[in-house]
Nanobody
């Protein structure tokens, strides 16, 4: 999995918007729940959002609800996260991953069936929001 944060590398002013993209190569995402996480410096990883395999169901943590929108294009094998009204506290490394449910408080649960019990994770992309 590879996550990217657009042309400008994910640096944006407070109140701005950005689209994060997650692309897979070598396997299809269409049968997976897809999830976005973030981890700010010195903080634990936080679940942000997830989307069902068919795209019909989405979940968001309370910290991003109403500002972030997750979507997927199974034909293009990609998952996106549109982030709006960014705040300095949104500064973090953002990751995409397979088969995690995200709850409203940002906790998460792996629901996949791989032997390691971890799913597939992207390398992460930095988003920096300046005040």
């Amino acid at each position: 999995l590879r996550a990217a944060a657009g042309v400008w590398g994910g640096l944006v002013q407070s109140g701005g918007s950005l689209t994060l993209s997650c692309a897979a190569s070598g396997f299809s995402l269409e049968n997976y729940v897809m999830s976005w996480f973030r981890q700010a410096p010195g903080k634990a990883r936080e679940g942000v959002s997830c989307i069902s395999s068919n795209g019909n169901t989405t979940y968001y943590s309370d910290s991003v609800k109403g500002r972030f929108t997750i979507s997927r294009d199974n034909a293009k094998n990609t998952v996106s996260l549109q982030v709006h009204n960014l705040k300095p506290e949104d500064t973090a490394v953002y990751y995409c991953a397979t088969d995690y449910l995200i709850t409203e408080d940002g906790s998460y649960l792996y629901i996949g069936d791989d032997n390691a019990g971890k799913g597939s994770w992207g390398r992460g992309t930095q988003v920096t929001v300046s005040s």
